[in-house]
T-cell receptor, first 115, second 113 residues
Framework: KAGVTQTPRYLIKTRGQQVTLSCSPI?????VSWYQQTPGQGLQFLFE???????NKGNFPGRFSGRQFSNSRSEMNVSTLELGDSALYLC??????????????FGPGTRLTVL | GESVGLHLPTLSVQEGDNSIINCAYS??????FIWYKQESGKGPQFIID?????DKRQGQRVTVLLNKTVKHLSLQIAATQPGDSAVYFC????????????FGRGTQLTVWP
């Protein structure tokens, strides 16, 4: 079974631009979570989608948004990019729990550099 | 807020030795814990998980121990190999089932021959 895929793998943008990142979960997984990883802050939760609905959101400004499609693929968007948005953006998928927390499997990430 | 931390930021071991990576958490509501391994340039890779109704779980060469009394989690790697060199993260769910994990800062494990 193929793992979580993320595109693109690398992006270079300038301040003020916007960016869209894509994530395809493992086949059969319906929950997608997004995380930002930086050397200073570590791994921080952005948001989670299940059945096209955002169920949970981390403490990030409104410039960070996302959505999920009916095939469970997800995108996240960052508008008005700032230098501090430079990070590795990770997507993780899981079955989507009927009960309890289930295992999240991560993709390789998208490395975003803001100049 | 939730806090997941690691006792040691770096750990160096000799090939063949056993490794122990420790993690402390603060949210007593957490009922699911997971260890990930992250190699340079890659996303975190699932190693092993444990739920709060257990205090020990074993996998292939790895064992996770959970002590809920002192809110402590550890990962033991038996017969550590050079391929085990990576950053190891513990994570907890904070008691939530809504797809959010709280991560520790990570421990860099280096295995030398």
């Amino acid at each position: 079974k193929a793992g979580v895929t993320q595109t693109p793998r690398y992006l270079i943008k300038t301040r003020g631009q916007q960016v869209t990142l894509s994530c395809s979960p493992i086949s059969g997984h319906r929950s997608v979570s997004w995380y930002q990883q930086t050397p200073g802050q570590g791994l921080q939760f952005l948001f989670e989608y299940f059945s096209e609905t955002q169920r949970n959101k981390g403490n990030f400004p409104g410039r960070f948004s996302g959505r999920q499609f009916s095939n469970s693929r997800s995108e996240m968007n960052v508008s008005t990019l700032e230098l501090g948005d430079s990070a590795l953006y990770l997507c993780a998928s899981s079955l989507g729990p009927a009960e309890g927390t289930d295992t999240q499997y991560f993709g390789p990430g998208t490395r975003l550099t803001v100049l | 807020g939730e806090s997941v931390g690691l006792h040691l930021p770096t750990l160096s071991v000799q090939e063949g030795d056993n490794s122990i990576i420790n993690c402390a958490y603060s949210n007593s509501a957490s009922d699911y814990f997971i260890w990930y391994k992250q190699e340079s340039g890659k996303g975190p890779q699932f190693i092993i998980d444990i739920r709060s109704n257990m205090d020990k779980r074993q996998g292939q060469r790895v064992t996770v121990l959970l002590n809920k009394t002192v809110k402590h989690l550890s990962l033991q790697i038996a017969a550590t190999q050079p391929g085990d060199s990576a950053v190891y993260f513990c994570a907890e769910n904070g008691g939530s089932t809504l797809g959010r994990l709280y991560f520790g800062r990570g421990t860099q494990l280096t295995v030398w021959p």
